[in-house]
């Protein structure tokens, strides 16, 4: 059957994912994923999962077992030796941990983060290189705890020969990472792929990956799968191309598409580092997702995990989960008792959504006035983070149209105790640049002034309120304003800071 044919496969690709709004009709990875939005199979299982719901990455955490240790193919920016515990990116384990220890962690930590809803097998090679050792895990989680939703991710060279057992093993959910589809470009990014037990190099190499890799994709989306597909973006290599990556993976029924940023360090000790390749600045990732948004639902709040990370997105709590640690732990898993945490957390998040009235009054301002937020959080979708304590800002959208996140910015935390680093401050204000106001739950006098100074204001009066209702709540402030003559809106971008300034600060 042509993929294009295939009915279920067009109900996926439909859809928006993580993005669409039930309230505005909008794509928004902003705003939440309603049931309304999506055919309730779909919803169910993405209304919970972290990655695959943006709304959902602020209240429910996903672990990943590092039961896969061999990879067949070899990618330029991959090193899986290098391992540091400030670290955070693919490929990347402290530990690695046979499919029986994999199932006490998993118990373990679902008994102490009772919002751990999704387990996922991303390495620290490839899962479907390590078959075995994957398959073997899904089988064993999907008896010990039922609710768990099961997750992989894949470089996709050996998925055509597993979609039936990924099938058969109820695993919703299917990563693959496609970053070209162009054996030329694919040749600047893979030395080597091992396939049918010979090695292969160059174009032929790319050639046979991108085969599989869409061939793969199309057989997942056939039986219901819901396919994530994550590409590097590669600066001159692939930045340009990843446009049509995008077409080519919407054409065969991906549900979503995460475009995340090289990571690249001559530390990292990966072909790319060694090079100097860079990754791109966020700016320029922001600008590719733009123009990719519209073929298919962008994710936004990806943060490029370990694998072996626990806990929500953005924070990493693997450390307290070690094997040693793990098996000393006394462990129950209670079906009930997650039932009812959860139930909690549903009732809080829907609090913490906008009503259809607010978006309905926030769309009457009629203003072509779109900008960018910096917020300090925590989770939960609240504003709950001092500013001086952020390791990271999620950065919205805010426009008539509603409240979107439209990705974060990894700074170093300001405050060091009795004091706040000035230097860090001035790293600070460059990563959050292109936003007019950053939102905290506390804020010291000295950066208060010197965000003023950079044209950003520091915005304290909506601290632990709901992220999505606040930004409404100032940006209707500010558009009021902007009407009564009281200031004058000014764009942003990458060069809005004086340079005296950042001197100054630095
Ligand atoms: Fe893990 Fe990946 Fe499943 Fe999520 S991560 S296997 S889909 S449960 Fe998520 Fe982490 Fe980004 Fe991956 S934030 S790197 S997209
Ligand atoms: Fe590394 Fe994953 Fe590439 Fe294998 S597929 S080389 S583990 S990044």
């Known amino acids: 059957m042509d993929a294009e044919d295939s009915g279920e496969m067009r109900v996926i690709a439909d859809y928006k ?62 090193n899986r030796k290098y391992d540091c515990a400030n670290e955070s990116r693919p490929g990347v384990v402290s530990e690695k941990l046979t499919p029986e220890q994999a199932v006490k962690k998993m118990l373990a930590v679902a008994t102490r983060i009772p919002q751990l809803t999704v387990l996922g097998i991303a390495g620290p090679g490839d899962a479907l290189a390590n078959p075995k050792n994957t398959f073997k895990t899904f089988e064993l989680i999907a008896r010990a705890a039922p609710d768990i939703q ?63 890799q869409l061939q793969g994709l199309e057989m997942l989306t056939q039986r219901g799968v819901l396919c994530k597909i994550n590409s590097v973006m590669i600066p001159g290599i692939n930045d340009q191309h990843l446009i049509e990556v995008n077409k080519a993976v919407k054409s065969r029924g991906a549900f979503l598409h995460n475009i995340m940023p090289l ?140 409240v979107k996140l439209v990705g974060h910015r990894r700074v170093d935390v300001y405050c060091q105790g009795e004091y706040g680093e000035e230097d860090r401050l001035a790293s600070i204000i460059r990563a959050i640049n292109d936003c007019h106001a950053v939102f905290v739950a506390k804020i010291g006098g000295c950066p208060r002034d010197i965000l003023i100074n950079a044209g950003i204001e520091p915005v304290d009066q909506y601290a632990h309120g709901s992220i999505e209702k606040s930004a409404i709540g100032w940006f209707r402030d500010y558009l009021h304003k902007i009407k009564s003559g009281e200031i004058l809106h000014v764009k942003r971008g990458e060069a809005a800071i004086p340079q005296e300034l950042l001197i100054s600060v630095a």
């Open 263 to 402: 990571i690249s360090a001559p530390e990292h000790g990966t072909a790319f580092g060694l090079k100097g390749q860079r990754g791109p600045t966020a700016q320029e990732l922001k600008a590719l997702q733009d123009a990719c948004e519209g073929q298919i639902n962008m994710m936004r709040h990806c943060r490029q995990c370990r694998a072996d990370a626990v806990g929500l997105l953005g924070e990493d709590r693997s450390g307290e989960f070690t094997t040693e640690k793990v098996m000393a732990m006394d462990v129950q898993y209670d079906l009930e008792a997650r039932k009812v945490y959860q139930a909690r957390i549903e009732d809080e998040r829907a609090a913490n959504i906008a009503t259809s009235e607010e978006l309905a009054e926030l769309a009457g301002e009629m203003s072509e006035i779109n900008l960018l937020a910096a917020v300090a959080t925590k989770g939960s979708g609240l504003i709950n983070e001092h500013f001086g304590h952020a390791r990271e800002f999620h950065v919205y959208e805010i426009s008539t149209s509603g």
């Open 150 to 212: 099961l997750c992989l991710s894949t470089n996709g060279l050996d998925l055509p020969d597993h979609v039936d057992t990924i099938s058969r093993y109820k695993i919703d959910h299917v990563t693959i990472t496609i970053n070209m589809i162009d054996p030329e470009i694919g040749a600047r990014i893979y030395p080597w792929i091992f396939f049918n037990h010979k090695r292969y190099s160059g174009i032929e190499a790319a050639k046979i990956l991108t085969i599989r």
């Open 17 to 78: 994912g993580c993005q669409s709004s039930p309230k505005n009709g909008k794509g928004s990875c902003g705003s939440q994923a309603g049931q309304g939005d999506l055919p309730s199979e779909i919803w169910h299982k993405v209304k919970n999962h972290p990655c695959y719901s943006e709304e959902a990455h602020h209240h429910y955490a996903r672990m990943h077992v590092g039961v896969a240790p061999a990879c067949n193919i070899q990618c330029n920016y991959c």
